[in-house]
RNA sequence: CGGGGUGUAGCGCAGCCUGGUAGCGCGCCUGCUUUGGGAGCAGGAGGUCCCCGGUUCGAAUCCGGGCACCCCGACCA
């Protein structure tokens, strides 16, 4: 490809409204631009990459057996109102309505499409397992699209299936899937974490997500070095350790003006965790109280899980009154009309100092159990820096982090919904067992980007880039430089080797800004200079010397240097 | 959805407070000079000042409403 017939321009300056510096790279580059909030184009750099990352997915999912297919973008209503998410899963999902009043969705996920193929084509047990898989766009209607491509409504997403008779046939396939991500995410330059997750709206039974650890990520992840443990923050566990002691009697203080636990901490002279906070959300119309040590904070989705709801929202003050609860002096004696969900450590805890349900005055020496009663016991606090890992006992880390793919054993709930049956080998129908796997294309891109760049671009691996080699020609109104330039493009070109040769009418400073800022691992350079030696230049990206070949060695030196860094862990 | 911010040339911005012929830098086009890390000079093209309404002799500027985009939060496979 010759740079001056190539779409699309370099940037000095980046868009105002880009703010992470991945994504100001890939702007200034001219490998995506937006079209609207987390809808993007793909200009000729950024496809190319893109092909790429998709290439590698192939093989890695062939090589697992996996089968490409090609699903629809437009799915009618009544699939997803047969599987109930479509009265799930909220705006998130687009919904229109086609000629003649038909109601349709954007895909923003596959499981209805796949399970409806396994009920239209799975009969036996003979016909399992398999797995198929798509690399196609879905579109989530975020009500906040940010970085760029990292959370974007319109998406690539590589998505997975697979089919089984049993789940313990689930249980060996998995790993492979597993397997797979890894080594798709490592041949494209990224070593993402895999964590336990949240099942979230795709239900199922056990999920990892793999977090790359990017400091723009927004997930929150809880990590254990001494043990290895790794979770997301959502689920994450911990150890909590309490004093139990002899219950002393209940007392009423006044304690003006301390609604907020650290108020009440220091005007009391003692520390958060012999407090009991109490936070109200609300799922529907029904009010959940949920009770956590005053040194921890309510974990939302570990909650939500507890009481089996799908959505959970703080309550309003209004939603509050006629319950007894006195917001910033709550606790759970003396409440009525409302769930009460209490902390296993609260429910264990002694004497813990909690409202009194009265403007200005607390408790003291409150217990579960003595002084009110829990609807629901459950670990329901969010794990911290420094809390205990819960299989090891040393001190946990958080660590943010960009999802960047995820696993999720599904079990039947979607095949069950549909009637996805199949005969087992004694002739009794039974519910195929399925589970679904994602990678975020865009969101990989993304990744890359952000976490390979420096101060002067971005920095392809050789596996994703754009094209190999960055070929500057400089001194090119002199015939016989310009003639051993097109010489030597035309050489590369015929080797099939991937070149964007720079053959402007630009300075040497822009060709070689461009080079860095484009990321393209390896740059040659011929001019009139190197031409008088009969030599090439030729630098890494990475690298900040450069070396000479001589011309005639010029296509095997860039041959064994690609082939050296094409390896699995070049990046490393 | 709550809070904050921004919409003026392809990109970055000034002008708005105090209403009166729309500007600067980069980029783009032409010419000359220059030529290995984002050149210089000269000339030039390019604008529904986000949209609708109002006030006014006159609105980029003041007022009302809307929309879009960005940031923080809520939300999110």
Not at 262 to 279: C, M, N, V, W
Not at 284 to 295: K, L, N, P, S, Y
Not at 398 to 404: D, I
Not at 536 to 547: L, Q, Y
Request: glycine fraction near 10%; include cysteine; hydrophobic fraction near 40%.
């Amino acid at each position: 490809m010759r740079r001056s017939d190539l779409f699309g321009e370099t940037l000095r300056q980046a868009p105002a409204d880009a703010e992470s510096g991945g994504y100001v790279l890939l702007l200034r580059g001219g490998f995506v631009q937006p079209l609207a909030a987390g809808i993007f184009s793909y200009l000729p750099l950024g496809w190319r990459v893109k092909e790429k990352v998709e290439r590698i997915m192939r093989e890695e999912m062939n090589a697992i057996d996996g089968q490409e297919v090609q699903l629809p973008v437009v799915h009618p209503a009544e699939l997803w109102q047969e599987t109930g998410r479509w009265y799930e899963i909220g705006p998130e999902l687009a919904r229109f309505t086609a000629r003649g009043d038909r109601e349709m969705v954007l895909a923003m996920t596959h499981e209805e499409v796949v399970a409806d193929l396994l009920r239209r084509n799975v009969r036996s047990y003979r016909q399992l397992p398999f797995m198929l898989y798509q690399i196609q766009t879905k579109f989530r209607d975020e009500p906040r699209a940010r970085g760029g491509l990292i959370r974007a409504r319109e998406f690539t997403m590589k998505d997975a299936y697979s089919a089984h008779a049993t789940a313990a046939d689930l249980d060996r396939y998995y790993p492979r899937v597993h397997d797979a991500y890894l080594a798709i995410f490592r041949r494209c330059g990224i070593h993402p974490l895999v964590v336990e997750s949240d099942v979230g709206m795709m239900g199922g039974s056990m999920a990892h997500e793999f977090m790359d650890l990017l400091p723009i990520g927004e997930d929150l992840l809880v990590i254990c070095d001494a043990c290895g443990y790794a979770a997301n923050r959502q689920v994450a566990t911990f150890r909590k350790a309490t004093r139990e002691e002899e219950p002393l009697p209940l007392e009423e203080v006044a304690t003006p003006g301390a609604a907020t636990i650290a108020d009440l901490a220091s005007f009391l002279k003692i520390g958060p965790e012999q407090t009991a906070k109490a936070t109200f959300f609300m799922a529907g119309d029904r009010c959940i109280f949920a009770v956590v040590r005053g040194d921890m904070e309510v974990n939302e989705t570990k909650l939500s899980n507890a009481v089996g709801v799908g959505e959970l929202r703080p309550a309003r003050a209004e939603e509050l009154t006629g319950t007894g609860i006195v917001p910033g002096y709550a606790s759970p004696i003396g409440v009525t009309g409302v769930t009460v969900v209490v902390d296993d450590l609260v429910a264990r805890a002694s004497n813990l100092v909690a409202g009194a349900n009265r403007e200005g005055y607390h408790l003291l020496n409150t217990n579960a159990g003595r002084d009110y009663q829990a609807d629901l016991v459950a670990d329901i606090a969010s794990a911290f820096e420094g809390a205990a890992c819960s299989s090891c006992g040393e001190p946990l880390r958080l660590a943010r982090g960009v999802e960047v793919g995820n696993i999720f054993k599904l079990g039947t709930r979607y095949t069950a919904a549909l009637g996805a049956t199949f005969l087992d080998p004694d002739g009794v129908a039974r519910d195929i067992v399925m589970a679904s796997y994602g990678i975020g294309v865009d969101r990989l891109i993304g990744c890359v980007a952000e976490g390979s760049r420096d101060e002067k671009g971005l920095i392809w691996p050789v596996s994703i880039a754009p094209f190999q080699i960055y070929l500057v020609g400089l001194d090119l109104e002199q015939e016989d430089v310009r003639e051993a330039a097109e010489d030597l493009y035309r050489r590369l070109t015929d080797a099939r080797i991937e070149v964007l040769y720079d053959d402007r009418a630009e300075r040497a400073g822009v060709k070689f800004n461009d080079a860095d800022l484009l990321g393209i691992p390896l740059r040659l350079t011929i001019s009139k200079r190197t031409l008088g030696r009969d030599e090439v230049e030729i630098k890494w990206r990475t690298e900040s010397t450069s070396g000479s070949i001589s011309r005639s060695a010029v296509l095997e030196a860039v041959r064994a240097a690609l082939a050296g860094a094409e390896g699995p862990d070049a990046t490393d």
